[in-house]
């Protein structure tokens, strides 16, 4: 308690010096540099215009609407790599790579590698909805043929054999999913049925014959 009355009867004494500007050297210096300090502080506190602009948060990326990938060039001819390649067009991502697990052709375990990672990279670098990924596009690029060999013939002669290259690309996009597209063609189908009931459907008549049907 002695302490604190002795703090308070000093600070007293020095705010009545204060008033009657009689303070300390001492004092007037370090009460300069705590007004020094507050007035950083608050300048600080305040970013200019160009600081607000440097330190402004980015914009944020706009969806990406596709994404491409593809598998390397390996030995298979373009032909034949092109019949896989229509086989997944047009097709969700999960229900294409179920065509490749279960198909008998010797490239379709690759271009399911290829397929798996494409969809994993559209999930994870571009946000993409996993459930509503389909092969928009897929497309077969040559290699070169410079792998030659020699082909044995009949009667002593030889001739030069050539083993093709290819890739295949896709590109991956958002769209209708699998239950969707069936939803869409039942309702279509659906639709186009009129009743054969007493009272029928003010419809016209489509594609009507030039005779009498009976």
Do not use: C
């Amino acid at each position: 308690m002695k302490e604190k009355d002795d703090q308070k009867t000093i600070d007293a004494a020095k705010k009545a010096a204060k008033q009657r500007e009689e303070t300390n050297v001492f004092e007037a210096v370090e009460s300069d540099i705590v007004e020094e300090d507050e007035a950083e502080r608050a300048v600080s506190v305040v970013p200019t215009e160009q600081e607000g602009k440097k330190k402004g948060t980015r914009p944020a990326r706009p969806p990406a609407e596709s994404h491409g990938y593809s598998t390397a060039y390996f030995k298979i001819s373009h032909r034949k790599l092109n019949d896989i390649g229509r086989q997944i067009a047009g097709k969700p991502i999960d229900h294409a790579i179920l065509q490749m697990q279960f198909s008998e052709k010797r490239a379709s375990s690759r271009v399911m590698n290829m397929l798996i990672t494409a969809r994993d990279h559209a999930v994870r670098y571009k946000d993409m909805d996993p459930s509503k990924l389909i092969v928009a596009e897929s497309w077969v690029g040559k290699g070169k043929h410079d792998r030659k060999r020699i082909e044995i013939k009949g009667r002593g002669h030889t001739g030069v054999q050539t083993h093709p290259m290819a890739s295949l690309w896709v590109v991956l996009k958002e769209g209708k999913t699998l239950e969707q597209v069936k939803a869409k063609e039942k309702a279509y189908k659906l639709n186009k049925i009129v009743s054969a009931a007493a009272t029928r459907e003010d419809r016209p008549i489509r594609n009507p014959g030039a005779m009498w049907a009976w």
